[in-house]
């Protein structure tokens, strides 16, 4: 549906959000809100989990880096109800570790 203007909506409001450190092994959270933690998988792939869950997994995720010039893409390749899948790649689409990743989620809970 088309929402009024101005107006403070479920679907639009933030769900979660982190700042961590990929560039380390055991991936510290810097910052965030609705994280129950942040996984390390392999170089260039985390595991974002919610504290509380989305309603579905449509929801909107943005993701954001700094601190490492050789990361050409990074996005949220998996998204689920309770986590997210955050891949980052250099440019030979190969995985890279950035030093800051920021993960924003917007929707129903």
């Given at each position: 549906f088309s929402p009024g203007g101005n107006r403070l909506y479920a679907d639009n409001i933030v769900g979660g959000w982190v700042v961590f450190n990929g560039a380390t092994p055991d991936t510290p959270v810097l910052g965030g809100?609705?994280?129950?933690g942040v996984t390390d998988v392999?170089?260039?792939?985390?595991?974002?989990?919610?504290?509380t869950?989305?309603?579905?997994?449509?929801?909107?995720v943005s993701v954001m880096w700094a601190g490492?010039?050789?990361?050409?893409?990074?996005?949220a390749e998996a998204v689920a109800t309770t986590h997210v899948?955050?891949?980052?790649?250099n440019s030979s689409l190969t995985g890279q570790d950035p030093q800051y990743i920021s993960v924003i989620a917007v929707g129903r809970q």
């Open positions: 809100w609705n994280v129950a392999d170089v260039g792939q985390w595991i974002v989990r919610w504290i869950p989305f309603a579905t997994a449509n929801y909107a490492n010039p050789g990361v050409i893409l990074i996005n899948t955050v891949r980052a790649y």
